[in-house]
């Protein structure tokens, strides 16, 4: 297997790892366990940061598509959103249900995107 081929896989087991603990937080609800909450944030942070590696690696090395440069943008602004709405739902004892949904939203267009994104970057 190529090497941009571990790199989809190792992401797509991320993102697998990002869900199933977000939904394991989800489920049963506060007190949220500090190991597997701390890995929930981490594995996710850890996927921005390749995303970011990545597109400054593409960005010396060849020029990208103004399309590639959207898809690169909205989803680095997912992971955006995605970190400021689980502060929020983390640090709020009771969290407003608008950012619940939000956050429950954009975490399927976080992944779309940056699949888009790391299809395009590692093309």
Same mark, same amino acid.
């Given at each position: 297997?190529?090497?941009?081929?571990?790199?989809?896989?190792?992401?797509?087991?991320?993102?697998?790892?990002?869900?199933?603990?977000?939904?394991?937080?989800?489920?049963?609800?506060?007190?949220?366990?500090?190991?597997?909450?701390?890995?929930? $944030?981490?594995?996710?942070?850890?996927?921005?940061?390749?995303?970011?590696?990545?597109?400054? $690696?593409?960005?010396?090395?060849?020029?990208?598509?103004?399309?590639?440069?959207?898809?690169?943008?909205?989803?680095?602004?997912?992971?955006?959103?995605?970190?400021?709405?689980?502060?929020?739902?983390?640090?709020? $004892?009771?969290?407003?249900?608008?950012?619940?949904?939000?956050? $429950?939203?954009?975490?399927?267009?976080?992944?779309?995107?940056?699949?888009?994104?790391?299809?395009?970057?590692?093309?």
């Amino acid at each position: 297997m190529s090497e941009n081929g571990l790199r989809m896989i190792g992401v797509a087991v991320a993102f697998l790892l990002v869900f199933g603990t977000g939904f394991y937080l989800t489920h049963f609800g506060r007190p949220y366990g500090v190991a597997l909450f701390t890995a929930h $944030k981490l594995v996710a942070t850890g996927i921005l940061v390749f995303l970011g590696v990545n597109i400054y $690696k593409i960005y010396k090395t060849s020029a990208l598509g103004g399309s590639a440069w959207l898809i690169i943008s909205l989803a680095v602004l997912a992971f955006v959103v995605m970190i400021a709405s689980g502060s929020v739902l983390s640090a709020v $004892k009771s969290a407003p249900t608008v950012i619940a949904a939000i956050h $429950k939203v954009v975490s399927y267009m976080t992944v779309l995107l940056a699949i888009a994104a790391f299809y395009l970057l590692l093309e």
